[in-house]
């Protein structure tokens, strides 16, 4: 908490394309696409007014981090992509990133936020594991079911 950052929730456009620009980096730094584009999610949030939010970490005004998080139920929220990228920051600012998606998740009234999937096409990132136990979050299988086409 003590590298000066700023949270907000993304706005306009400008601040969307931002912030969903930090997490695409972060994925292509670990050579993984994301599963959707922006325009998507713009076409979603239009469906789902109020429902679909991203929260973006600032420092020195440029976008750090960022968190897309789904309210699925009135008290689940699901963040479903996040990351940092693009900073040379002394410490990673996930743990604080985390810090406040859960913040806003309980301003809410939630009661769960499941902060997403820890696997990629089946195999498991222990980094990852860990890093959600480390900020306090408990693990649960979910099964894939594939068929062959």
């Given at each position: 908490?003590?590298?000066?950052?700023?949270?907000a929730?993304?706005e306009?456009?400008?601040?969307?394309?931002d912030?969903?620009g930090?997490?695409e980096?972060n994925?292509?730094?670990?050579g993984?696409?994301?599963?959707y584009?922006?325009?998507y999610?713009?076409?979603?949030?239009?469906?789902?007014?109020?429902?679909?939010r991203?929260?973006?970490?600032?420092?020195?005004?440029?976008?750090?981090?960022?968190?897309?998080?789904y309210?699925?139920?009135?008290?689940?929220h699901?963040?479903?992509?996040w990351?940092?990228?693009?900073?040379?920051?002394?410490?990673?600012?996930?743990?604080?990133?985390?810090?406040q998606?859960?913040?806003?998740?309980?301003?809410?009234?939630?009661h769960v936020?499941?902060l997403?999937?820890?696997?990629?096409?089946?195999?498991v990132?222990?980094g990852?594991?860990?890093?959600?136990r480390?900020?306090?979050a408990?693990?649960?299988v979910?099964m894939?079911?594939?068929?062959?086409?």
């Amino acid at each position: 908490m003590d590298l000066g950052l700023q949270a907000a929730v993304a706005e306009h456009e400008a601040e969307w394309a931002d912030g969903f620009g930090v997490v695409e980096k972060n994925r292509a730094e670990r050579g993984v696409t994301l599963k959707y584009s922006l325009a998507y999610l713009h076409r979603l949030r239009a469906l789902f007014p109020g429902q679909i939010r991203l929260l973006l970490l600032r420092h020195d005004n440029s976008t750090v981090a960022a968190a897309l998080v789904y309210r699925v139920l009135p008290h689940v929220h699901y963040v479903a992509a996040w990351g940092d990228a693009g900073h040379q920051l002394p410490y990673s600012p996930m743990n604080y990133l985390a810090h406040q998606v859960v913040s806003k998740a309980l301003e809410e009234g939630a009661h769960v936020v499941d902060l997403g999937l820890s696997s990629l096409d089946g195999v498991v990132n222990e980094g990852l594991v860990q890093f959600k136990r480390n900020i306090g979050a408990s693990t649960a299988v979910r099964m894939d079911m594939l068929r062959d086409l």
